[in-house]
């Protein structure tokens, strides 16, 4: 595993410290519930026991806790939509000449038209002030594409090129990269992702993220985790891997299925390393539980091993029950999770601090 950035992989998270959990009672009862089902399921969940919930998360990551929202869409300018998700931190202060702000923060609203969007700070517990030429990448960029919408950013630092690659959707079946010096101005690169590229019968590849992260045995340097769904209607976390970040190849078998954790849909993957070995953290829909779930890899991705929840959706504002699409950083020494927090397209975009 190669870190290059530490706002994508949170290699070096801090231990958890003591501390009483929000909702300690609930939080026991979901461990319990996660565990309950992966054994169900025929795999066996290692998540932290009843009883010792201020401990740190499974995989000994930190043990997030809600801090404060950070973007709402009623006070954005650009808010066409009344809803925005898919939250994507990435520091830039040691990247760009004269960035904005220490971090910038992409996100943008899902429904037509959408757009990718634009904040920035200086810390990643905010604020974060809204881009005043909001969107970015709009959902007509001739000659290349008009769509309904474009939405999910994904911003990778590529140190081959020393350039911030965008990877987001539109429509749904199909994933596009756009390339940029700046992290502002985006050009054009190509399709790298699409539903024929999938079984007979996928109807969405989107949701997607990108990880610097090596596969030897595969001659592959990169890692793409997205949402895959079909004529189910279930969805699953399918993955790939490319030497150069813009030639995939795709493991036609999903990597994390709905069913192995007990759920209907799971989505919003990010691929994070610990302690030696690589993680996938990903969310269930609410009629789920809301919360974040862990599974173990490994770094060859050759381990299915479902440790259960990662992180207790709060029942209260502006969780909601709902916690979604997390993106992960630390900032001088503490890490933070980013994320959706309440009901799909209803939300806003909060942080938890470990």
């Known amino acids: 595993?190669?870190?290059?950035?530490?706002?994508?992989?949170?290699?070096?998270?801090?231990?958890?410290?003591a501390d009483e959990p929000r909702n300690p009672g609930r939080?026991?009862?979901?461990?319990?519930?996660?565990?309950?089902?992966?054994?169900?399921?025929?795999?066996?969940?290692?998540?932290?026991?009843?009883?010792?919930?201020?401990?740190?998360?499974?995989?000994?990551?930190?043990?997030?806790?809600?801090?404060?929202?950070?973007?709402?869409?009623?006070?954005?300018?650009?808010n066409p939509t009344g809803e925005i998700i898919f939250p994507c931190v990435r520091g830039v202060y040691d990247k760009l000449s004269n960035p904005l702000g220490r971090y910038y923060l992409y996100y943008g609203p899902h429904d037509a038209p959408g757009g990718i969007c634009l904040a920035y700070g200086d810390s990643l517990e905010g604020p974060f002030t809204e881009y005043t030429a909001n969107p970015i990448v709009s959902n007509n960029w001739q000659p290349h594409y008009k769509v309904s919408h474009v939405a999910s950013p994904h911003?990778?630092?590529?140190?081959?090129?020393?350039?911030?690659?965008?990877?987001?959707?539109?429509?749904?079946?199909?994933?596009?990269?756009?390339r940029s010096k700046?992290?502002?101005?985006f050009?054009?690169?190509?399709?790298?992702?699409?539903?024929?590229?999938?079984?007979?019968?996928?109807?969405?590849?989107?949701?997607?993220?990108?990880?610097?992260?090596?596969?030897?045995?595969?001659?592959?340097?990169?890692?793409?985790?997205?949402?895959?769904?079909?004529?189910?209607?279930?969805?699953?976390?399918?993955?790939?891997?490319?030497?150069?970040?813009?030639?995939?190849?795709?493991?036609?078998?999903?990597?994390?299925?709905?069913?192995?954790?007990?759920?209907?849909?799971?989505?919003?993957?990010?691929?994070?390393?610990?302690?030696?070995?690589?993680?996938?953290?990903?969310?269930?829909?609410?009629?789920?539980?809301?919360?974040?779930?862990?599974?173990e890899v490994g770094n060859d991705f050759s381990r299915r091993e479902h440790l259960g929840l990662f992180y207790d959706s709060s029942n209260t504002a502006p969780d909601n029950g709902r916690s979604a699409s997390p993106t992960f950083g630390t900032d001088r020494g503490v890490p933070y999770m980013i994320y959706e927090a309440g009901e799909r397209l209803q939300g806003s975009i909060a942080v938890a601090r470990g």
């Open 1 to 17: 595993m190669t870190r290059h950035d530490t706002a994508q992989h949170d290699g070096n998270a801090r231990q958890h410290q």
């Open 27 to 78: 939080r026991i009862f979901l461990r319990a519930a996660a565990a309950t089902a992966a054994a169900a399921s025929g795999v066996i969940a290692t998540g932290t026991a009843a009883g010792s919930a201020a401990a740190a998360a499974p995989g000994g990551f930190p043990d997030y806790r809600y801090l404060k929202t950070l973007l709402t869409p009623s006070q954005l300018k650009y």
């Open 155 to 178: 911003v990778l630092w590529n140190t081959d090129v020393k350039e911030l690659w965008l990877y987001f959707h539109g429509e749904n079946g199909t994933t596009r990269l756009a």
């Open 182 to 185: 700046d992290g502002i101005t």
């Open 187 to 295: 050009t054009y690169d190509k399709v790298v992702l699409t539903t024929a590229m999938m079984p007979a019968g996928s109807s969405e590849t989107s949701y997607a993220r990108v990880f610097r992260h090596d596969l030897p045995s595969r001659g592959a340097r990169y890692v793409m985790l997205f949402m895959l769904n079909n004529q189910s209607n279930h969805r699953d976390i399918a993955w790939g891997w490319s030497q150069d970040g813009r030639d995939w190849t795709f493991d036609q078998q999903p990597l994390v299925r709905h069913s192995d954790v007990g759920a209907n849909n799971i989505g919003g993957p990010h691929l994070l390393s610990r302690n030696g070995s690589t993680y996938v953290v990903y969310n269930t829909s609410k009629e789920n539980g809301g919360n974040l779930l862990i599974t």
